[in-house]
């Protein structure tokens, strides 16, 4: 009676967990992996005349003999790597800062001025930027007015403006894993690491880098993905000669109304981010589990 009941008890816990998991369960499959699975589909078919198809790599092949579209594309995960790196060089500073050094109500002041400016939207954001740096702008108005520059100064439209636009818009999403992971080290450890002969960099390279670890790597893996996959930024700040490979995908699907293209450019995108995180995980030594716990 009492292995019964325990069988029966046991049999509706997993019922319930299931049910609970089931909304989670039909986001990932309806919104994640039916339109992965469709996105990979429309991509090795060929129109051959209206509603008539047939399965073909040409998309593929049109992106690797076409220049452009490769060199775009090689040249978005370069850009993409070198903004998560500038976003972790100067992330964690600030993070070590707020999570170790600051306490009471300073520490809750400087976290709340990292997250004010993501109140609003990044399209919002990233006019604010084009204000600042346009030849009309406040920068070029003030160099104008103080005498270092004899006439209107463009900053816009540069690779350098895209990676300051990048590099702000993912910052919070570095920050917040950093703080996170980095508020849990105990300060002792930082301090026996002085005592036994450690300077700054020995205690930041064997004690703190090591703990935040995890922190590092989800950090990164959350900026990457955004700054590889993001459209706005590049394309308002760098204009229409921004080259990146979202703005292929976007010309595929809405100006030439190329769905074929555009799926297999979106699945390419999706193995390079794919591929890369993977490394990442590699190198630094870490798991997927580890990394989103």
């Not at 590092?216 to 706005?232: D, E, K, P, Q, R």
Request: proline share 3%; aromatic share 12%.
């Amino acid at each position: 009676m009492t292995t019964s009941a325990s069988t029966g008890k046991a049999g509706a816990m997993r019922f319930g967990a299931l049910l609970l998991a089931m909304p989670l369960l039909l986001w990932l499959f309806l919104l994640v992996i039916l339109p992965h699975v469709d996105l990979l589909l429309v991509s090795l078919r060929e129109r051959i005349s209206y509603g008539k198809y047939e399965f073909s790599l040409i998309n593929y092949i049109e992106f690797f003999v076409e220049p452009l579209y490769w060199n775009t594309y090689v040249r978005t995960a370069v850009m993409s790597l070198m903004a998560t790196a500038l976003t972790l060089i100067i992330g964690f500073p600030v993070s070590y800062y707020i999570a170790n050094v600051m306490r009471g109500k300073g520490k809750n002041v400087l976290f709340l001025l990292c997250l004010i400016p993501f109140w609003v939207s990044e399209l919002v954001r990233t006019f604010g930027w084009m204000i600042l740096l346009r030849e009309s702008g406040v920068i070029s108005n003030f160099l104008q007015w103080t005498g270092i520059a004899d006439g209107p100064v463009e900053m816009l439209y540069n690779d350098a403006t895209i990676m300051v636009g990048l590099v702000y818009t993912s910052m919070l999403f570095m920050v917040v894993p950093l703080v996170s992971v980095l508020d849990s080290l105990d300060d002792s450890l930082i301090e026996a690491g002085y005592d036994l002969g450690g300077n700054a960099f020995t205690v930041t390279r064997d004690i703190v880098i090591p703990h935040a670890m995890p922190g590092i790597a989800s950090g990164c893996i959350v900026v990457f993905m955004l700054t590889l996959g993001n459209y706005l930024t590049p394309n308002l700040l760098g204009g229409k000669d921004s080259l990146w490979f979202t703005e292929q995908i976007y010309t595929q699907f809405i100006t030439r109304f190329n769905w074929e293209s555009g799926s297999a450019f979106g699945f390419l995108l999706l193995v390079l981010s794919s591929l890369i995180v993977w490394i990442g995980l590699k190198l630094s030594r870490q798991t997927l589990s580890e990394t989103v716990s």
